[in-house]
Structures are given as structure tokens and as C-alpha cells.
């Protein structure tokens, strides 16, 4: 992981058409990266270590893994996200170097929980941790497809930059 001009470099997308199509193959390349950056290593956000929502298990896999590379608003329904696949090895380097100018964080709140959003404007990219206080969970990562839903982001990211620098 390099910085260069404050850039975060990314690494290479892991592709379905690498495994031949084979899908079972393909998510457990996928599990083996995530399980490298979130199970065996012991990944920080800005000094805080991260926990991982491991239960329920979904395919003898950690629930986090599950939000990480699926998609579908019922969560006994959700179906793997090519995409998301994809850029499995993402979240780690972008938690891990959240201070860069190059990404926009900002923390919100949905309903009673924090949510701390990590956003790589150029790839369209965002990670949502939660804060649990004395600890970080990683919740989800996904490419933010649409442009009223990247606008959004970047309104609310504002908002929360100047509400910041208002308070000093």
C-alpha cells in the first residue's frame, strides 16, 4: 500500500472471469482475501481497533463478509454482488489510511447507531463502519451506482464539514 501525492493506491479488482466463471470457486478467492484483512489481521480505524459482526453465520462465513459481497434488501434474500466481489480487498486499505486527503469521512446517524463513511470519490466507493464506542464494526462496502445516490453523499458530506467547522 503506497501513498502517492496523498493517494490512496487501490489494489486490483478480483474478476469471476479469473476463476473460469466458476462461481463457488470465485467467493471463496473473494473469502480468502476478506478473511486475510479482517479475521487474521487486526485491521484499526484511526487507532480503534475493528471488531467483525460474525454471527449470524451465513454459508459457514462471518455476517460481515455476507453485507461486504452481497446485495438485496431482505437479508435472507440477498444475492452476491459481483462488484462488490470484485473490490473485496478495498475496505482494509481505505479504513486503514482514512486520513487522506483523497477520501471524504464523515460520521452520521441512522436511527440510534453512528456511522462512520469512508468515500473514494473517484472509484465511487464507500465503506460504513459502525462505532460501538470502544471498538469499530465494518458494516458494508459497496459502489455507489447511481448519481442522485452519490450527490447525496457529497451533500451530506458537506454538511457535516461545515457543521465540524462551525463547532471549531
Not at 130 to 148: C, F, H, Q
Amino acid at each position: 500500500m503506497s501513498k502517492t501525492e496523498n493517494r490512496i493506491e487501490l489494489p486490483p479488482i478480483i474478476t469471476l472471469e479469473e476463476y473460469s466463471g466458476d462461481i463457488v470457486n470465485y467467493l471463496e478467492a473473494v473469502y480468502t482475501i476478506f478473511r486475510r484483512d479482517f479475521v487474521d489481521s487486526k485491521p484499526k480505524y484511526r487507532n480503534k481497533r475493528l471488531g467483525l459482526k460474525k454471527y449470524p453465520l451465513i454459508s459457514d462465513k462471518e455476517y460481515t463478509f455476507y453485507h461486504m459481497t452481497h446485495k438485496g434488501n431482505i437479508e435472507t434474500e440477498r444475492t452476491p454482488d459481483l462488484r462488490r466481489c470484485e473490490r473485496i480487498a478495498y475496505p482494509k486499505p481505505l479504513i486503514e489510511n482514512s486520513t487522506s486527503t483523497s477520501l471524504k469521512v464523515w460520521k452520521n446517524k441512522r436511527g440510534t447507531k453512528v456511522r462512520i463513511l469512508i468515500f473514494h470519490e473517484e472509484e465511487s466507493y464507500l465503506v460504513v463502519l459502525e462505532d460501538r464506542g470502544s471498538y469499530i464494526l465494518p458494516w458494508t462496502a459497496y459502489i455507489v451506482e447511481y448519481k442522485n445516490k452519490k450527490q447525496r453523499l457529497l451533500k451530506e458530506y458537506e454538511a457535516y464539514i461545515n457543521a465540524e467547522t462551525a463547532h471549531g
